[in-house]
């Protein structure tokens, strides 16, 4: 029995030991742990920072002194402002929205030659002021492509100046081939959209650029490039062009009038101006043409058609188709809103279904040939927009698409041999190109 105790009492302390073990081992980690913990501690608050020692100087030399600090941007004390002028915008009011002096608005005025420059706005202009509490001190505003004003302030006051950068005109060339449209043609060598209106514009007393241009038709051109300060803007006025239409060659060369003014000529010297245009509608396109019996659509009966329909957009500027008098103005029954301007020769044209007249137009004012004296519209008998045009010789109808058309004057005697020899070149010029390759020939360069 007492053996059986003693066994008993081992166990016990062994079951002891077993369930101690893992606790003393615990026990033993926490503490190496926070000792570690602490050791690194005090390692770093008593460890020095490492400091770079500098490298010793050679005898015979001396260190260069760091460089200072890099000063902070100075910023201006005035406060800048980009103005884009909207329709019926004043300086006045503008002044006042910005808060800025009115008496410093009067003064810019009161300078020689700078109220027109100020007040004449326009829609898109864009000034360019600095001001410090509402006081300016500065103005710029762009007044072409050639001049710009500047206005500064110093203690005496405003002084303005027009700086002045002209533009350098540089002669260029080319030739093309008609496949869709004039546009397209003009676009592939080289030339800009406004080149090609031009270019119409030229030949559009004798060509159709709307309805008779073919696929085929050739051109060549000689013209000017405007370029500043080495860049290009845009393309200039035409020197020299020849257009090849339906087999028959136009030319005309621009001659710089004793007074000025410049005209185009063909090589003989004739005007390539007529006394009258034989579409009064910039591209419209003829959509019913001169007829002795057509049926009316509306009317639908046959009847004659005594002039020409133009089909293009409302709004689209009506032209004189030469110089003369408003004689009407004001609704006539089918024709709607219309306009007749009597010319010389017993001449009168009639303008018919407009849907607006030129701001100020009436009856017994004088017109100039291309001078706009209304818009396209579809009053009275109209079934879409249009323009009916129609051409009197003393009261009676003609074709204004054949009738031939009396010329505006030729060069006077006393300026053809000026004229010779200043067209001479470009005539020369346009030779050498011709309108046959229908490719680009030359561009001016920079």
Known sequence: MQD??????????????????????????????????????????????????????PAGQVLAEAAPEPLAEHVSPF??????????????????????????????????????????????????????DGELKSLTRRLSDTATLSVTRDEEGFAADI??????????????????????????????????VTLADVF??????????????RFAVTYEQQWQDGEFLRDG??????FVNKGKTFRAVRYVMPDGSTEYFTPDGDSVRKAFLRFPVAFGRVSSGFSTARRHPILNRVRA??????????????????????????????YGNTVIIAHPGSVTTLYGHMSRYARGLRVGDKVKQ??????????????GPHLHYEYRVGGVHRNPATIPLPKAESIPADLREDFKAKTAPLLAELDGLGASDGTRVALAAP
């Open 4 to 57: 059986n105790v003693q066994r008993g009492s081992e166990r016990a302390a062994m079951a002891m030991e077993g369930a101690l073990q893992p606790r003393r081992f615990g026990i033993f980690a926490s503490f190496l742990i926070a000792g570690v913990a602490v050791s690194s501690a005090v390692s770093t608050w008593v460890t020095p920072p490492v400091v770079d020692e500098p490298a010793p100087v």
């Open 79 to 132: 406060d800048s402002l980009e103005i884009v002028i909207r329709r019926n915008d004043t300086l006045d009011a503008i002044f006042r929205q910005m808060e800025l002096s009115l008496g410093d608005l009067a003064q810019l005025r009161s300078l020689p030659d700078v109220r027109k420059s100020l007040d004449l706005l326009r829609p898109g202009d864009i000034i360019l002021l600095t001001h410090l």
């Open 163 to 196: 700086i002045e950068n002209p533009l350098e005109l540089q002669q260029a060339a080319m030739t093309g081939t008609i496949d869709s449209s004039l546009f397209g043609a003009v676009n592939r060598a080289g030339g800009s959209d406004a080149l090609a």
């Open 204 to 217: 559009k007393y004798d060509i159709d650029f709307v309805n008779e241009v073919r696929t085929g038709d």
């Open 237 to 242: 006025e035409i020197l020299a062009a020849e």
């Open 305 to 334: 058609h005594k002039g020409i329909d133009f089909a293009a957009p409302v709004g689209t500027a009506i032209k004189a188709a030469g110089s003369g008098r408003v004689v009407h103005r004001g609704v006539k029954g089918g």
């Open 370 to 383: 291309g001078e706009v004296i209304g818009y396209v519209g579809m009053t009275g008998l109209a079934t």
